[in-house]
């Protein structure tokens, strides 16, 4: 078992930067990829960006690509998604989730995070 905490959401305004963080335990933590994901009310959950368990190669999506960054810090199990240059259309839950492969899957609580314009 891995257990996510998300922390760092916030009301913010367009234009303003939060960093979120997403603190594991359990499993080893290098173990696991991860990635951040966001839901906006009556939407599906979308990917935002993953990293490799090394970390050493990031994917985002092309709607945060230049804005946000992902990293990770495997000797303090925790990721982290800088966002800078927010906009409204980034208000959603973000949840981050480890991957492992087959059923080796978990998924955190979910920060909540609005930009208003």
Known sequence: ???????????????????????????????YGMGWFRQAPGKGRELVAA???AGDT???????????????????NTVYLQ??????EDTAVYFCQAVGGGQ?????QGTQVTVSS
């Open 58 to 76: 990031s994917i985002y999506a092309d709607s945060v690509k230049g804005r946000f960054t992902m990293s990770r810090d495997n000797a303090e």
């Open 104 to 108: 080796d899957n978990y998924w955190g």
């Open 1 to 31: 078992q891995v257990q996510l905490v998300e922390s760092g959401g916030g009301l913010v305004q367009a234009g303003d930067s939060l960093r979120l963080s997403c603190a594991a335990s359990g499993r080893a933590f290098s173990r």
């Open 51 to 53: 990293i490799t368990r």
């Open 83 to 88: 966002m800078n240059n927010l906009k409204p």
